[in-house]
Structure formats: structure tokens, C-alpha cells
């Protein structure tokens, strides 16, 4: 099972919105709701962000969102804050013995 | 409030074992399935293991699959992972993580604790 392709980097200013995408296949992201986002500040630990595709936990700003179209799933960051500056991670359910694959991750780095 | 607080890592060679444990709090931890992910020194995540609520259906990402056990003790409100033929590309903070549902398998992890880190070095 290989990894989610995320793009390395994006960047945005403070105020806009920016999208990160993660590409899989159809054995895990085309083919399960079950796909999620963390956020990662450097020296912690992840932070759950969305999951089942656009689905916030309790306390999560609804200033991300996240889609899934065919095998690739997006998250979205409306009104960039400096404090959104981190690395973000995909995740997708695999239904194969390696339960959960994660993307490479991507920095997002706020201007 | 639900705290997961890992221990056991440290230094060990190329071949030998350590054993993680992750003692859990502010939940009811036996009706929880619970997952170890991995992060290598300035690279990703990585899924390692998963174990269902009750110690039945073990999962293990390939690359561990023969090494690793991840076993539970509810009595105790702690998860282990035993880590035997250690290899230089399993030095990584190691993290135990708590399934979102209790009932549904969503395959997200809501809590996770501050890692653990394994260094495999002669």
C-alpha cells in the first residue's frame, strides 16, 4: 500500500484561502468515506481536523472543510491565520491489512 | 479530560526489543480501539498497528508484520507494543492513538499522546 500524494508546500496570505489536495487510488481514498486531515505544529503531536471526508470534531474551527472527489480528497483553509502555519497530513482507510495509509504530509506556510 | 502517556522508548542495536506502553486516561478505554503511528526524524506519519477494543483483530502495517505485536490489557487502561528484530528504519516517535468511535470505524484518531522515541543504533 503506497502512500497519499500531498504536495510538498503551499503558502497563502494571511485572510486568503488555500486548498491542499491528496491523491490515492481506488482501493483507499476513491474507495472509502473514511478519510481524514490532522494538522501537526512542529515538536507535536497531530491533531485530528476532519474526518469521514468533511466531518469536524468538537472544538475544530469551520474555517477548514474538506471534499473528496474520485480519488483525491481536499482540504481548505478559509481565512489564513498565522497560527494555521504547520504541516498537514491526509489519511484514507485501505479495507486491506494495512488498515490506514497517511500522505507525505505538506507545510503550509502563512506569508 | 483523555490523556494517552507513552513509555518504553530509548536507544537500543540493530536486532534487539523494546517494549512501548501507552497508559490511557479520561475515557472508558475498553470500549475504544487504539492504533500506534510512527513518525521518523523530519518525515510523515506512518500507520504501524491497530487493536480492537477487546484484543481481538490485530492489524500491522507490512513492514512490522512478524516484528511487532500490539496487544492491550483493559485492566490497566494500557496498550503495549512489543517491538522485536529492531532495524535502523524503525527509529521514530512513536505514538499511541485512540480510534474516534467507539461503535463506528471511522479510522480517524481524536487523541494522541506526546510519542515515545525508539533510536535503533549501534
Known amino acids: 500500500q503506497s502512500a497519499l500524494t500531498q504536495p510538498a508546500s503551499v503558502s497563502g496570505s494571511p485572510g486568503q484561502s488555500i486548498t491542499i489536495s491528496c491523491t490515492g487510488t481506488?482501493?483507499?481514498?476513491?474507495?472509502?468515506?473514511?478519510v481524514s486531515w490532522y494538522q501537526q505544529h512542529p515538536g507535536k503531536a497531530p491533531k485530528l481536523m476532519i474526518y469521514e471526508v468533511s466531518n469536524w470534531p468538537s472544538g475544530v474551527s469551520h474555517r477548514f472543510s474538506g471534499s473528496k472527489s474520485g480519488n483525491t480528497a481536499s482540504l481548505t483553509i478559509s481565512g489564513l491565520q498565522p497560527e494555521d502555519e504547520a504541516d498537514y497530513y491526509c489519511s484514507s482507510y485501505t479495507g486491506s491489512t494495512t488498515l490506514v495509509v497517511f500522505g507525505g504530509g505538506t507545510k503550509l506556510t502563512v506569508l | 479530560q483523555v490523556q494517552l502517556v507513552e513509555s518504553g522508548g530509548g536507544v537500543v542495536q540493530p536486532g534487539g526489543s523494546l517494549r512501548l506502553a501507552c497508559a490511557a486516561s479520561g475515557f472508558t478505554f475498553n470500549t475504544y480501539g487504539m492504533h500506534w503511528v510512527r513518525q521518523a526524524p523530519g518525515k510523515g506519519l506512518e500507520w504501524v498497528a491497530f487493536?480492537?477494543?477487546?484484543?481481538?483483530?490485530?492489524y500491522y502495517v507490512n513492514s512490522v508484520k512478524g516484528r511487532f505485536t500490539i496487544s492491550r490489557d483493559n485492566s490497566k487502561n494500557t496498550l503495549y507494543l512489543q517491538m522485536n528484530s529492531l532495524r535502523a528504519e524503525d527509529t521514530a516517535v512513536y505514538y499511541c492513538?485512540?480510534?474516534?468511535?467507539?461503535?463506528?470505524?471511522?479510522?480517524?484518531?481524536?487523541?494522541w499522546g506526546q510519542g515515545t522515541l525508539v533510536t535503533v543504533s549501534s
Open positions: 481506488s482501493s483507499d481514498i476513491g474507495g472509502y468515506k473514511h
Open positions: 492513538a485512540k480510534e474516534y468511535d467507539s461503535v463506528i470505524g471511522y479510522y480517524s484518531f481524536d487523541y
Open positions: 487493536l480492537r477494543y477487546d484484543g481481538t483483530n490485530k
